[in-house]
């Protein structure tokens, strides 16, 4: 079957973003509870990368949290900021759910222009200030950068 794709910059974003969690999914699928749960990072300050399981609760709470810097920027309301135990049975469906969020966000902008994007100014708690596209394009590669991890953590 043939893959159906957004229309424009915006839809354009969103196909890649899909993609990329698709992928990752692809991975969770595949694994074993214990590999999912096992602490595999003993020796990092970091609390979502010691392992499978608090990087996906890191993953999909950003993903909420990117989808709530635009809805704040267009004066929407934003959900409570997701931060829940994510087991490994739910893991999927609440990366699906944050994906389905985002598009929700995007709704009624997918015909954004590109002036109005780059004018769309978001600071976000880690500090810098970024337009729509920068931040689109940061929630996609973060999506990336921890599936990599994962792959790395699974020997892959």
Not at 15 to 33: C, F, M, Q, W
Not at 115 to 128: C, D, F, Q, Y
């Amino acid at each position: 079957m043939a893959k159906t794709y957004r229309q424009g910059p915006v839809g354009a974003l969103m196909d890649e973003y899909e993609r990329a969690a698709e992928e990752l999914i692809g991975i969770l699928e595949g694994i074993s509870e214990d590999d999912y749960e096992r602490v595999r990072d003993t020796k990092t300050q970091d609390e979502d990368c010691r392992s499978i399981a608090t990087i996906m609760r890191h993953v999909v709470r950003a993903g909420y949290g990117y989808a709530n810097y635009m809805r704040t920027y267009w004066k929407q309301e934003p959900i409570v900021r997701w931060d829940q135990p994510l087991p490994h049975a739910e893991v999927t469906s609440a990366l699906r759910q944050a994906l389905t969020y985002m598009v929700e966000t995007l709704e009624g902008h997918w015909e954004m222009s590109e002036k109005e994007a780059n004018e769309m100014k978001m600071t976000v708690r880690w500090g810098p200030t970024y337009d729509f596209e920068s931040l689109f394009e940061h929630a996609i590669v973060h999506v990336l950068r921890h599936r990599r991890q994962i792959d790395k953590f699974l020997g892959r």
